[in-house]
């Protein structure tokens, strides 16, 4: 049996569980407890703060966790980075009023920050020589400047609409963070086997995500050309139609790539395009 801990409420909560759901292990989320079971798969989760996650998992009440990088690195808990998970990206940015002029990070030399990660901060201010007042606040901490607490702001940035409804602006950005899946002492061998298989799960939902399953007919002389442009996981599926001279093709794409693709393919005759969602793809 292993245990993660995860947060119970909060920006990584929704994605946390989604992930887990996503590899297929089941939780009632009916039942809020502080610890829940999965109902198909030997693992317990513990729902707790994300501030707390890094401890819990280095002092070993969890084998792993599912916390923001941000979070692990302010901690300085000694705990291993077991995957990237892709959700909840942002980063950790300085932000002054926006009328000051920056100059630099000698800008700071002397002035008040307000902050919830301290020590973050501390290694970037150190890093440039640079001695300045860190006012450790947690949360709001967007209002400080305006209510005179502080002259700038080191804080959490993801699409900037904070610091600009506060009048701010940022002028520094010091720490890229994302969900991250952390792991602690060695594991015993039965549960190293569970987090293999819990890694296996991951790799696939990432792999199919972002990815679309394409069916199309095309007639056979331009079947070089479509392999040249769908490449797929080895190379697409070509099965023939019944009506003479025309196949029909299966492939994967990157969503990304989605449109110009199907330009590329109706110009070399691909008819009956359907683009249907993957939901596993097992490399
Ligand atoms: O209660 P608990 O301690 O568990 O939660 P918390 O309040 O400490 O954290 P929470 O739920 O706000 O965030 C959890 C984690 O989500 C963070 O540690 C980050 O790793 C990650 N994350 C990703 C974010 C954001 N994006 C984010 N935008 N955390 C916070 N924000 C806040 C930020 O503090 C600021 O107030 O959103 C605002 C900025 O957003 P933009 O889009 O306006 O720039
Ligand atoms: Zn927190």
Redo the contacts with the bound molecule.
């Keep these: 049996m292993l245990r993660i801990a995860i947060?119970?409420?909060?920006?990584?909560n929704e994605d946390s569980v989604a992930l887990l759901k996503e590899i297929g292990i089941n939780i009632d989320e009916s039942k809020r407890k502080f610890l829940v079971q999965a109902g198909n798969f030997p693992l317990e989760l513990l729902l707790v703060?994300?501030?707390d996650i890094p401890q819990i998992v280095s002092n070993g009440t969890a084998e792993l966790g599912i916390v923001?990088l941000?979070?692990v690195k302010e901690s300085g808990k000694d705990v291993k980075i077991v995957d990237k998970l892709g959700f909840?990206?942002?980063r950790i940015s300085l932000a002054i009023p926006k009328t000051e002029e920056y100059t630099g990070p000698s800008y700071f030399e002397g002035k008040r920050i307000a902050t919830s990660y301290p020590n973050i901060l501390k290694e970037f201010l150190d890093k440039h020589g640079v001695s300045a007042k860190i006012e450790v606040i947690t949360g709001s901490v967007?209002i400080a400047p305006a209510a005179d607490i502080a002259d700038a702001i080191f804080?959490?940035?993801?699409?900037?609409?904070?610091?600009v409804s506060n009048g701010l602006k940022e002028v520094e950005k010091v720490f890229w963070?994302e969900?991250v899946l952390i792991g602690g002492a060695e594991l015993s061998e039965e549960n190293k086997a569970i987090l293999e298989e819990i890694l296996f799960r991951i790799e696939s939902a990432k792999v199919s995500k972002g990815k679309k399953y394409l069916l199309m007919n095309i007639p056979e002389s331009a079947i070089d050309e479509a392999v040249k442009l769908l490449p797929a996981l080895r190379s697409p599926t070509i099965l023939p139609l019944a009506a003479k001279g025309w196949c029909s093709m299966h492939s994967v794409v990157d969503t990304k790539e989605l449109w110009t693709k199907i330009r590329q393919l109706k110009a070399i005759g691909a008819e009956g395009i359907l683009v249907l969602n993957v939901d596993k793809i097992i490399p």
């Design positions: 947060q119970s409420k909060g920006r990584l703060r994300d501030d923001g941000n979070e909840g990206a942002c967007e804080d959490i940035v993801s699409s900037g609409g904070t610091l963070s969900a």
